[in-house]
């Protein structure tokens, strides 16, 4: 059981690239998270999932879209990379049960230059 | 629009004090509030939850103060040990008709404890 997983864990980009942060967990969550650490601002949420086919957007979600075409995965992009979007990256799942556990995947690390 | 207020950003202290975090929000929708705990390079943890239905909640040296009528909640970490040194993480969510578990994080406190 290897609970929330994330690839890759670094990545540097040029500004304007574009790539995809994978997530994945094992757990059959139904609900699930993008997130963006930045210091001194805590959490934000990007985008999250309440289900397999269905996304919404958080607080940040300029610049980012996002898929869930299966449900153990949840797929954060960016389609044109930027110098703001330098930041650590989480995922995060939990059954959708109210007050359950969110858990937390490693983190990607992402430096646009 | 930041809906958790946490303070203090950094904190330092010696082994075997008693480090308070502080946590104020604004939604009064809100009802559940926990804490994560993470060290560099991971990711948060849950490290203890509680509803606004109790004042108190103990988890081992780890307490949740909740003050309804304040807006406001605190962790307090008992005997503190040079490995509960760590970025502490207050959090609120609602789970109203629309539940999504989305959780509102505060800033997040940088705690050193010195041995």
């Known amino acids: 059981n290897a609970g929330v997983t994330q690839t890759p864990k670094f990545r540097v980009l040029k500004t304007g690239q574009s790539m995809t942060l994978l997530c994945a967990q094992d757990m059959n969550h139904e609900y699930m998270y993008w997130y963006r650490q930045d210091p001194g601002m805590g959490l934000r949420l990007i985008h999250y999932?309440?289900?397999?086919?269905?996304?919404a957007k958080g607080e940040v979600p300029d610049g980012y879209n996002v898929s869930r075409l299966k449900k153990q995965n949840f797929l954060l992009g960016l389609e044109s990379a930027a110098p703001s979007q330098t930041s650590v990256y989480f995922c995060a799942s939990n059954s959708g049960r109210a007050g359950d556990t969110q858990y937390f995947g490693p983190g990607t690390r992402l430096t646009v230059l | 629009q930041q809906q958790v207020k946490q303070s203090p950003q950094s904190l330092i202290v010696q082994k075997g004090g008693i480090p308070i975090i502080n946590c104020a929000y604004e939604n009064t929708a809100f009802d559940y509030f926990p804490w994560y705990q993470q060290f560099p390079g991971k990711g948060p943890a849950l490290l203890i939850a509680?509803?606004?239905?109790?004042s108190e909640k103990k988890e081992g040296r780890f307490t949740i103060s909740f003050n309804k009528s304040a807006k406001q909640f605190s962790l307090h970490i008992m005997d503190s040990q040079p490995g509960d040194s760590a970025t502490y993480f207050c959090?609120?969510?609602?789970?109203?008709?629309?539940?999504?578990?989305?959780?509102?994080f505060g800033q997040g406190t940088t705690l050193q404890v010195k041995p």
């Open positions: 959090a609120a969510s609602s789970h109203g008709s629309s539940n999504t578990g989305k959780l509102i």
């Open positions: 999932s309440v289900g397999e086919g269905t996304t």
């Open positions: 509680i509803r606004p239905d109790v």
